[in-house]
């Protein structure tokens, strides 16, 4: 199922800022309080603020703090692998399916929030990666090259062709990336990366592709098909900082 209405270059930012800003949160959190479910208010920034000052998340993160204990049947790999790609294999159990919704979840907090973003989303899939950005960053160091282009997981086994323009990095722990879709240059495409998790978002109307992804574990991305229309980035902004809080 695809989007047909058409939708400004304006709605399309807030969409890439509000997924951008759940993920680089997430990943803050995740490092500095990975025990802990954090309940910051949502920061009004301006779009252009999160794309290219990713920083200000940590001033958001209160010092209070809740624990919260992940499902004691959490699996790191729940589902068989159906496809197969150069960068990762792909699960073929739906994600907008309760059931599976409660094995990808962390804990129940997370569940309400995935099932709540099911209104929002046309897909929901769970891909193993084969190589994490990190691991392409090390083996740059090797022959001293830049990372120019890396390979996405979209749906189904599909892979997709990131042309970086813009590099936030230091080191193959943690970073930032935005650029575009090869061959596609009115599209937009982040990508944010910590501790081997990374998200990412890909916009380009002009190939009616709508992604976000997010981590699910060192190694793991949930990639959804999202709804341009009415998605405002995870359901309820923090709430996806929050129930991931405790991912392994």
């Known amino acids: 199922m695809k989007p047909t209405g058409k939708i400004s270059r304006a709605q399309l930012l807030v969409v890439l800022a509000f997924s951008l800003l759940a993920g680089l949160a997430l990943f803050f959190v995740l490092v500095s309080h990975p025990q802990t479910l954090q309940t910051p208010p949502l920061a009004q920034v301006p779009p252009t603020a999160i794309i290219s000052s990713p920083k200000f998340i940590a001033t958001n993160v209160p010092s209070s703090a809740t624990t919260l204990v992940n499902h ?53 899939q769970l891909v193993y990666l084969k190589e994490t950005v ?15 282009q890396l390979t996405l997981p979209a749906l189904d086994g599909q892979e997709l062709k990131f042309e970086i323009v813009k590099s936030e990095t230091q080191s193959s722990r943690h970073g930032m990336f935005s650029g575009h879709l090869a061959g596609d240059a009115d599209s937009l495409v982040t990508l944010a990366f910590q501790d081997g998790r990374e998200a990412f978002t890909v916009i380009s109307p002009a190939e009616k592709i709508y992604l976000v992804a997010e981590p ?18 995870p359901a309820g902004g923090d709430d996806a900082i ?5 991912s392994k």
């Open 72 to 124: 004691s049947e959490f699996q790191e790999r729940p589902f068989a692998v159906a496809y197969e790609g150069t960068t990762g294999q792909w699960t073929l159990a739906d994600g907008r399916d309760t059931n599976i919704i409660r094995q990808l979840a962390h804990n129940d907090l997370e569940f309400a929030r995935m099932v709540d973003e099911n209104s929002r989303i046309f897909r929901r």
């Open 134 to 148: 990190a691991a392409v960053l090390e083996q740059a160091k090797l022959t001293g090259a830049p990372v120019q």
């Open 216 to 233: 699910r574990a060192p190694g793991q991305v949930i990639v959804k098909a999202i709804d341009p229309e009415t998605y405002g980035g």
């Open 242 to 246: 929050i129930t991931a809080a405790t």
